[in-house]
């Protein structure tokens, strides 16, 4: 009995401890549920800082009007507001065009609209952008040529542009078609004129009396030198202007070489007449002597037939042996006057031409080197003209020492002309 007790009492303590057992384990899952389980912590991720907005770039879309000096020309440039006012130094009024790259310094937008990105430009040359328009518009090979086109500010780069290198070129007008042919009608229309006077016309040919018919009289050196610079000065001035619409073009030394060309002519004139006087004043001269010897040679040789040999006394031979030698010395006069006569009639006597080159380059000796000097510094004078009008739109600026050299050559030419046979 006292087994079973303690077996009763040993089976309650079991139960109980396991009644304990499952409570605290009930426990432990119910605040296991509870908490939530640990969970790894993220790592702080670096906050991004706020991108800024990129400014759109602008760029040159369209072109409108005639792409040559002195006109208007509208230029359309996208985002150009958006430009504006990305920065206090993005000023559109001072943009100015680039053409071919290279830009037109001075040259701002007459008319400016940014909210719809219109610049409006009128194209001139100023003292800032000559050069610019000198290597642009020099040397042309046709009226009109291809070129790029931008804006952009003097000091920085051109915007991109839809004309740019590549891409589709603007036309560049050199020299506006219309006015072009009629400069080239008029210049033309000059040159065969000139031409007609040289050729048919003594306009540049030596003074003189006129030849036989079908000839024409010797060609002037001084005279022809000035029909030269006449011209390509002409033309020169024509086209110039008609580039670049400048009018004060002709410079000073130029002024001083025409007056070399005009002084050599001048001083041809002046030595050629004094000849022709001298000439005819000995002709005047020598004539009236030969018409009072041939009377005084009439009227001896009358008194010598009235006196008769057959009757005659000492003093009648003495006076005709006085008038025969009278009549030997007025023949023999005469025949000297005859020959002067003869000589400065043939050097009077209208000479023909022989030719351009050759009437410009001798005189009545032969081949002149004074001639040939004179003749060759203006051709290359005139040269350098033709190529400094051509590259530089400019009339070229001679030095004093060439334009010496030029008037030493004159002067020598002047010199030699004065014991020149006319």
């Not at 003074?207 to 029909?227: D, T, V």
């Amino acid at each position: 009995m006292q087994t079973l007790t303690r077996l009763v009492q040993t089976l309650l303590l079991a139960g109980l401890l396991m009644f304990a057992f499952n409570s605290v384990r009930a426990q432990g899952a119910t605040a296991a549920q509870a908490a939530p389980s640990p969970t790894a912590t993220p790592a702080a991720q670096p906050t991004a800082s706020p991108t800024p907005t990129p400014v759109q770039e602008p760029k040159v879309i369209e072109v409108i009007g005639n792409l040559q000096l002195d006109d208007l020309v509208e230029v359309r440039v996208e985002n150009l507001d958006k430009w504006n006012e990305a920065s206090e130094a993005n000023e559109p009024s001072k943009l100015v065009p680039y053409i071919n790259g290279r830009a037109i310094r001075g040259n701002y937008p007459e008319e400016l609209h940014v909210a719809s990105g219109r610049l409006i430009y009128h194209l001139e040359i100023t003292p800032d952008n000559k050069k610019v328009w000198t290597d642009l518009l020099g040397a042309p090979k046709s009226m009109r040529e291809p070129a790029t086109l931008s804006v952009g500010l003097e000091d920085g780069s051109a915007f991109k542009s839809v004309h740019g290198r590549g891409e589709q070129p603007v036309t560049l007008t050199v020299i506006s078609p219309v006015y072009g042919l009629v400069a080239l009608a008029v210049i033309l229309s000059t040159l065969i004129f000139m031409l007609w006077l040289v050729t048919r016309t003594n306009i540049i040919r030596e003074r003189g009396p006129a030849p036989a018919a079908g000839k024409r009289r010797p060609y002037n050196l001084g005279r022809a030198q000035m029909a030269f610079w006449f011209f390509l000065i002409y033309a020169s001035y024509l086209s110039i202007w008609l580039i670049t619409d400048a009018l004060d073009t002709i410079t000073t030394s130029l002024l001083a070489l025409m007056g070399i060309s005009a002084g050599t002519a001048l001083g041809e004139v002046l030595i050629d007449t004094g000849k022709d006087t001298t000439k005819a004043n000995q002709l005047q001269d020598l004539t009236a002597e030969k018409q009072a010897l041939e009377e005084g040679i009439t009227q001896t040789q009358s008194d010598l037939n009235a006196i008769d040999p057959t009757t005659a006394t000492a003093t009648d031979q003495s006076n005709r042996e006085l008038l025969n030698r009278q009549l030997t010395d007025s023949r023999t006069r005469l025949n000297q006057i005859d020959q002067q006569l003869r000589t400065l009639n043939s050097q009077q006597s209208a000479t023909e031409s022989a030719g351009f080159l050759r009437d410009l380059l001798s005189d009545s000796t032969g081949y002149s080197f004074h001639r040939f000097q004179i003749f060759a510094w203006t051709i290359v004078l005139g040269i350098i003209f033709v190529s400094s009008v051509y590259n530089n739109l400019t009339m070229p600026e001679f030095s004093t020492t060439l334009l010496g050299l030029m008037g030493l050559s004159a002067g020598t030419y002047i010199g030699f002309k004065f014991p020149e046979q006319k």
